[in-house]
């Protein structure tokens, strides 16, 4: 990173807001100004973040721009068809060097004072270049580039952070649970066009955190989506309200939780029929078609979400302590002939599009949560997380450490990597120890 | 999406509101402009009334109601806004097949209401307080004789629980059509919300 050496700014120590040992999380966390300048340095930056799908870039100079954690990015394929990721913002004055979400270009160029930068991110154009002096080198000017962008299976990922691990140890045992979604089909995935795009007044960790863990608020929240979405109209039945179920939880952060009921299975019945599901058992095995095939919610740590069967791929972009943006794609499989690909979009959109019958629900939760959070005793709870403590154990039969599908757990996971983050300096903070003696 | 410019009082002869038969004329001779001014002004009139009476079902959450003013062939859709170079405009509003805010049959819409009608809806309990305002009205006939192409334009306010406020803006373009009582149904409505990131938590109502 180009950037004159800053002294880092002073960093709390989280550590006095958890106790997650017991299940006690301080709801500052939620709602603290400065954690949450802390939470864009350690938590975002350092972090692999996803950014879009593979299938959104098919020639040289598409392009699409998106967010990773408050700073703007562009991601696009360069003329060698790699895809590449940088900073939208000019390296002149900083101004954003492309306003628009997507399209195809041949190059960037910033409509302030007209510096041109190619797809690779190069600097090509400056307008009165001889006004720079002898030193000015244009090759040090382009674009400011991730430190590492990889793709699993379609889903591209990109970090700042030269040494973050790769993506795949990043994503460790959770890419089992993931494949559950992203390889049941030879061919793999895509994205259906356009990206559902909608505000919500509450911190982003509370969706991080409820789709990594909990199924819990399910019967109730969504009582009235579930009542009409029951073949009987009236609700669903008792064994599939208290359905059996794990839930996943990986020292990364990241979760997942699913029932294993067979018929606690929340499809589209247009997919559900194009599925041949004693395929999908030699494929991905019983375990999974039983497990994270049948319905859940997912989390990659920090602020990526799934839902394996609405298709609903999503992020969470933090937009100060107290909002989030939410950025939602549909997925389908790219074998599915084009009226299960429309079934699926239109069965995402009915549910979790933000008009969407369980969206609209979940959305109320996360906006009441923060709409309470800054009284001073309401804000100096202690938040209770204790559902499932010690049920965590490693099964034998999936991955990593599960529990009890009705538990916190993923949801302390998910805190325990997010408070080591906090209390790690990053990167940036270590080149200027090694920097300034 | 295409933008029709109409004088608003030029002489159009509209098939007749009240003779939906009655094929449309093209520009008038001058004689006879009074009488086509006068069946466009009906015809309008009759639009707005239905929009009128549609927007206090909806502000009402007389949903099922609102429903009867819907074709049974009705498609109920509202694509997605992007910003796009201004070379490539024509993606700026979501194709057919895309991710979209509403792309609804009355089926659907009809599924959707009954979720608001079970008691436990918990987004809309306590209940929103919505106001429509439809405006801009412009209508004119559709290639397919009885049929109409009608352009508004909505404001929709939605107040909720004690302080918050979202605003929906846009146009609608419908295709209306007469029922076998001779009322107008609604047959086909694009809405163009007027934001690219949708800037509330969601839209419980129906535009
Ligand atoms: S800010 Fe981009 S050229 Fe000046
Ligand atoms: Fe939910």
């Known amino acids: 990173m180009s950037a004159l050496p800053r002294t880092p700014a002073a960093a709390a120590d989280v550590s006095p807001l958890f106790d997650l040992g017991q299940g006690l999380i301080d709801r500052s966390i939620f709602s603290d100004e400065t954690l949450y300048r802390q939470e864009l340095r350690r938590v975002f930056a350092p972090s692999w973040l996803f950014l879009a799908h593979e299938s959104q870039f098919n020639k040289p100079g598409d392009f699409f721009t998106t967010y990773m954690g408050e700073d703007p990015v562009i991601v696009t394929m360069g003329r060698d068809r790699r895809i590449r990721a940088f900073l939208n913002a000019c390296r002149h004055r900083g101004m954003r060097v492309c306003r628009a979400d997507a399209g195809a270009t041949k190059a960037f160029t910033c409509s302030y004072h007209g510096w041109s930068y190619d797809t690779s991110g190069k600097l090509i154009n400056v307008p009165n270049r001889d006004g720079y002096p002898d030193g000015f080198d244009q090759d040090k000017w382009g674009l400011t580039e991730v430190a590492q962008l990889d793709t699993y299976k379609g889903l591209i990922f990109a970090t700042w952070n030269p040494e973050a691990p790769p993506l795949r140890q990043a994503l460790g045992d959770m890419t089992w649970y993931m494949d559950a979604m992203l390889d049941r089909d030879p061919d793999g995935t895509e994205v259906v066009g356009g990206v559902h795009k909608w505000v919500l007044e509450g911190n982003w960790k509370l969706a991080a955190e409820q789709f990594a863990s909990d199924w819990y608020h399910v019967n109730i929240s969504h009582a009235s989506a579930l009542m009409v979405m029951s073949p009987s109209g009236k609700g669903p039945k008792a064994e599939i309200v208290q359905t059996p179920g794990r839930q996943y939880t990986d020292p990364n952060g990241h979760g997942a939780g699913f029932p294993t009921h067979p018929k606690s299975r929340f499809d589209d019945r247009v997919v559900h029929h194009y599925y041949d599901y004693e395929k999908l058992r030699e494929r991905l095995g019983d375990t999974r078609v039983e497990g994270p095939m049948t319905t859940g919610h997912a989390t990659v740590f920090p602020n990526f979400s799934y839902l394996p069967v609405n298709g609903s791929i999503r992020v969470w972009h933090p937009k100060g302590p107290d909002r989030m943006e939410v950025w939602a794609w549909t997925l389908v499989d790219k074998s599915m002939p084009d009226e299960v690909k429309n079934a699926q979009r239109l069965y995402n959109l009915r549910t979790f599009g933000p008009t969407g019958i369980f969206e609209q629900d979940d959305g109320e939760n996360w906006s009441e949560c923060q709409a309470t959070a800054h009284g001073f005793m309401a804000g100096s709870m202690a938040l209770n997380y204790q559902m499932g403590l010690g049920s965590e154990t490693e099964d034998g039969t999936h991955p990593g450490t599960t529990g009890h599908l009705y538990s916190d757990g993923a949801a302390r996971g998910f805190y325990a990597r997010w408070r080591d983050l906090m209390n790690t300096p990053a990167w940036h903070e270590k080149d200027h120890e090694k920097d300034t003696p | ?207």
């Open chain 2, 1 to 207: 999406m295409s933008i029709r410019t109409e004088e608003p009082t030029a002489a159009v002869s509209t098939g007749s509101a009240l003779d939906p038969g009655a094929p449309a004329q093209e520009a008038a001779p001058s004689s006879a402009a009074p009488a086509a001014a006068l069946d466009n002004m009906l015809l309008h009139f009759e639009v707005q009334r239905l929009y009128h009476l549609e927007a206090q079902l909806l502000d009402q959450h007389r949903y099922a109601d609102w429903l009867e003013l819907l074709a049974d062939d009705l498609h109920y859709w509202a694509p997605v806004r992007t910003n796009r170079l201004r070379r490539q405009q024509s993606l700026a509003d979501g194709a057919p097949g895309e991710v979209a805010i509403f792309d609804e049959t009355k089926a659907s819409l009809a599924w959707r209401i009954r979720r608001f009608d079970s008691g436990m809806a918990w987004a809309e309990d306590p209940p929103s307080r919505t106001r429509h305002l439809i405006t801009n009205v412009m209508v004119r006939p559709d290639d397919e004789p009885g049929q109409y192409v009608a352009e508004s334009a909505f404001l929709c306010y939605r107040n909720r629980l004690e302080r918050e406020v979202d605003i929906y803006a846009g146009c609608r373009t419908d295709v209306l059509r007469r029922g076998t009582d001779g009322g107008l149904l609604i047959a086909r409505r694009t809405i163009l919300l007027d934001q690219n990131v949708l800037l509330a938590k969601n839209i419980s109502t129906f535009l």
